[in-house]
């Protein structure tokens, strides 16, 4: 599903987010992605969703080279890719329906099957009753919700999140990443950025771990690069 072959990143003036990683995350997997900030795990991120490109390497997802793909390739391989941001990303003059609908209209699908898929996207996040509420008269906890609808609603191989309960008390923490393990288990890749100890350990997931650009662990493969001391977040 999504494959590092020797990927890095370097930024003007020399800085190298990202080098030499190599992992693969096949389309049953749901890994957690850790590391203190400026790691590099936003960037990876940033590099699967073809926002940035690596400066070498090969990420492949579904046998194509996101290094060398065409710029009128990029959208179709986006709508593959859902992504979740902390801060929600809505646009609080439109409704919740209208946000969650917005990605299904710039790819031009009909109104009537726009609104079945983000009704049952709502449903799936539980605010299906909210459909005509504004953003803002939601709780954090919704907002999220809401994002991860506008993520799954095109129906996406593969889900990112970065950071998606840093502003979350543990309940709703709980509830965001119940949800990520209920699209898992219906066969969607999930690749979650997290500082979040309490939700490594209850998850027991694979581990992926980032230190100054370099992947110092992987349990994908079962590997482990560094000692196990190492810092986690």
Known sequence: ??????????????????????FELSQSDMALLIGVSGAGKSTLLKLISVIERPTYGQIIIDGRNLR??????????RRQ?????????????????????????????????????????????GLLKKENMMPIALSGGEQQRVGIARAV??????LLAD??????????????????????????????ATHDLRQIERLQ?????LDHGKLIRNDL?????????????
Do not use: C, W
């Open 163 to 192: 950071e998606p309960t840093g502003n979350l008390d543990a309940a709703l923490s709980d509830e965001i990443m119940d949800l990520f393990l209920e699209f898992n288990k219906v066969g969607t890749a999930v690749l979650i």
């Open 153 to 158: 609603v095109n129906r996406p191989a593969i």
């Open 68 to 77: 060398t793909v065409k710029r009128r390739d990029i959208a179709p391989i």
């Open 81 to 125: 890719i859902g992504i979740i941001f902390q801060d929600h990303k809505l646009l609080h003059d439109r409704t919740v329906f209208d946000n969650v609908a917005l990605s299904l209209v710039v790819a031009g699908i009909s109104y009537r099957e726009s609104a079945k898929r983000v009704r049952a996207a709502l449903d799936k996040v």
């Open 1 to 22: 599903m999504i494959r590092f072959v020797n990927v890095g990143k370097r930024y003007p003036g020399g800085q190298d987010a990202l080098r030499k990683v190599d």
């Open 205 to 209: 997931k694979p581990v992926l771990q």
């Open 221 to 233: 493969d079962g590997r482990l690069t560094a000692h196990p001391n190492h810092e986690l977040v």
